[in-house]
């Protein structure tokens, strides 16, 4: 078994990726190992979750923009892990954080955030979300037995539809953070300090 995991810059080809394992026991360290859990290509993300599949690993996908990552993010995606064996993480592009949210987001650039995340605790492997994406790129090359979500993410027609085509079960969990980026980054703007009680 063989992992792709081409990285852009990396030097990683598709003749170089066949000497590293699909699954290693790397995948379930505490370490980062960034160059091995941040896979760009779907069609090997959708090799590795077979393989894991076949070696009865539960498969739980998460999405997010992890801008500015924050306790919020790390509970989180510690709750998302509890659903299942393996937690794959999508991550929006600069460019699909920029359309949503305005010119002067994110924060942060994605390549920060990717390996960020995947400094998070259970996090098996990432990959970006970008705007020319079809809808639910993602979702349909991992059919997850679980897809985590935030309450605004999906409306019920969605998650009925998700349920019957894509994945085993959608669940919804409630925003873990106390503040949100957005409202963090208007504090900093107005020079607000945040208030350190709670």
């Given at each position: 078994?063989?992992?792709?995991?081409?990285?852009?810059?990396?030097?990683?080809?598709?003749?170089?990726?066949?000497?590293?394992?699909?699954?290693?026991?790397?995948?379930?360290?505490?370490?980062?190992?960034?160059?091995?859990?941040?896979?760009?290509?779907?069609?090997?993300?959708?090799?590795?979750?077979?393989?894991?599949?076949?070696?009865?690993?539960?498969?739980?996908?998460?999405?997010?923009?992890?801008?500015?990552?924050?306790?919020?993010?790390?509970?989180?995606?510690?709750?998302?892990?509890g659903f299942g064996d393996f937690l794959i993480v999508g991550v929006?592009?600069?460019?699909?954080?920029?359309?949503?949210?305005?010119?002067?987001?994110?924060?942060?650039?994605?390549?920060?955030?990717?390996?960020?995340?995947?400094?998070?605790?259970?996090?098996?492997?990432?990959?970006?979300?970008?705007?020319?994406?079809?809808?639910?790129?993602?979702?349909?090359?991992?059919?997850?037995?679980v897809l985590i979500a935030t309450a605004e993410t999906y409306s019920?027609?969605?998650?009925?539809?998700?349920?019957?085509?894509?994945?085993?079960?959608?669940?919804?969990?409630?925003?873990?953070a106390t503040i949100s980026t957005s409202a963090r980054l208007r504090?900093?703007?107005?020079?607000?300090?945040?208030?350190?009680?709670?």
């Amino acid at each position: 078994m063989f992992v792709s995991g081409y990285v852009r810059g990396s030097g990683v080809t598709r003749s170089t990726e066949k000497k590293r394992p699909l699954v290693s026991r790397d995948f379930f360290d505490d370490a980062s190992n960034f160059e091995l859990r941040y896979v760009q290509d779907y069609e090997r993300i959708s090799e590795i979750v077979d393989a894991l599949r076949a070696v009865d690993n539960r498969i739980v996908l998460t999405n997010g923009s992890f801008d500015i990552l924050h306790e919020g993010h790390s509970m989180y995606l510690e709750a998302c892990r509890g659903f299942g064996d393996f937690l794959i993480v999508g991550v929006d592009s600069d460019d699909k954080i920029r359309a949503r949210k305005g010119p002067h987001r994110p924060a942060v650039p994605e390549m920060e955030r990717l390996r960020m995340v995947t400094h998070q605790r259970g996090v098996g492997l990432v990959t970006l979300k970008h705007l020319d994406h079809e809808k639910w790129a993602l979702i349909k090359a991992v059919r997850p037995d679980v897809l985590i979500a935030t309450a605004e993410t999906y409306s019920p027609e969605q998650i009925a539809e998700l349920e019957a085509k894509y994945c085993g079960e959608v669940r919804v969990l409630e925003r873990m953070a106390t503040i949100s980026t957005s409202a963090r980054l208007r504090r900093i703007q107005l020079g607000l300090a945040e208030n350190a009680e709670r």
